[in-house]
């Protein structure tokens, strides 16, 4: 009988890549998923990709994704060769870069193998799992794809630089967030971007360092935003961070077009999500007619994008 497991996609409303460095981040799950299906295999490990993705994510996903199944059934101590396994990726998820797939894909197969094998994980132990399948796949992420693909809600998130515990708070929105994502086609391979941006402020730290600075100021001020509901605030906030993203070399023409879009058209704010120089734009609303008109405005250029609200519960 064929096992299941989910895990969501995700947005980072404030500090990816500063979250790498230890600064604080924001970010929220959404209600679209990757559901994997484990079933017995007639040989090794049988793996079948039948998510919806943009073009050409799968093959330049490729190699990160065979690093992570590999990191699974290690972290798992799962042997396919003495026990055959076929496991299927589906959902509604769209994989693309910047909406956590690749954690989702962990999070989801760690889920189904623990429910197949009758092992019993927690959603704690899931998560280290889907952490290790994140190092394995990307280099050095910073955490918050996978705790978030695995708890859901929306959280603050601070990475603890030392390897110990990472510093969670799961916070709780006043009014819904309203939100457009918009692709810009683009995939990128997150451990290439990750290691540029390390180069580069290896290469020029004081000016990573006022950037870092810069972003800490905000963070505080987003934090206090949300709390009290003020989207306004909010979608500022956001703009500003997008701003820091493109001075850390993140940014691309895609990205600019689809924020120029976005707040022509009303957004309150727009800022890439993710790993950057690609993948996805996510664009604040603040009524659901102002969300359908930064959504055809989107369309119109030509670019997909879909309509979500943030906060989603993750499920097994």
């Known amino acids: 009988m064929a096992a299941k497991g989910k895990g969501y996609g995700k947005v980072i409303l404030f ?30 490990l049988e793996f079948i990709d039948e998510r919806p993705s943009v073009e050409g994510y799968k093959e330049t996903k490729k190699q990160e ?13 799962i042997d396919a060769a003495k026990t055959p396994l076929k496991i299927t990726l589906t959902g ?25 094998f009758d092992l019993k994980f927690n959603d704690a132990q899931i ?10 796949g990307s280099g050095t992420p910073s955490g918050i794809d996978n705790t978030v693909s ?3 809600g929306m959280i603050s998130f601070e990475k603890n630089m030392k390897g110990g515990k990472n510093e969670i708070e799961h ?30 402020k290896e290469k020029n730290p004081e000016k990573f360092l006022k950037i870092f600075k810069d972003y800490g100021h ?14 306004k605030k909010t979608g500022k906030f956001m703009s500003h961070n997008q701003k820091l993203l493109e001075e850390i070399g993140l940014s691309c023409p895609e990205i600019e077009e689809l924020v120029e879009t976005a707040v022509r058209h009303g957004a ?49």
């Open 268 to 316: 309150l704010g727009a800022k890439l999500t993710g790993t950057g120089r690609g993948g996805l734009v996510m664009c604040l609303a603040d009524s659901e007619a102002s969300q359908d008109k930064v959504f055809n405005a989107i369309r119109k250029k030509g670019f997909e994008a879909e309509k979500t609200e943030l906060g989603a519960r993750a499920k097994q």
């Open 171 to 200: 916070l709780k929105l006043k009014v819904p967030l309203r939100i457009v994502l918009a692709s810009t086609g683009i995939s990128q391979e997150t451990k290439k971007v990750v290691e540029d941006i390390r180069r580069a």
């Open 127 to 136: 998560n280290e799992v889907a952490f290790e399948a994140e190092k394995a």
């Open 218 to 231: 905000l963070y505080e001020e987003a934090l206090d935003a949300l709390a009290k509901g003020d989207l």
């Open 150 to 152: 695995t708890f859901g």
């Open 15 to 44: 500090g990816e890549h500063f979250a790498v460095y230890g600064l604080p981040a924001i970010a929220s799950a959404i209600s679209d998923h990757t559901l994997a299906i484990v079933e017995p295999g007639s040989k090794g």
């Open 65 to 77: 994704i065979q690093r992570e199944l590999d990191a699974i059934t290690k972290v798992m101590s």
């Open 92 to 116: 509604n998820l769209k994989a693309a870069s910047g909406i956590g797939a690749s954690a989702a894909l962990a999070t989801s197969i760690a889920r189904a193998l623990s429910n197949h």
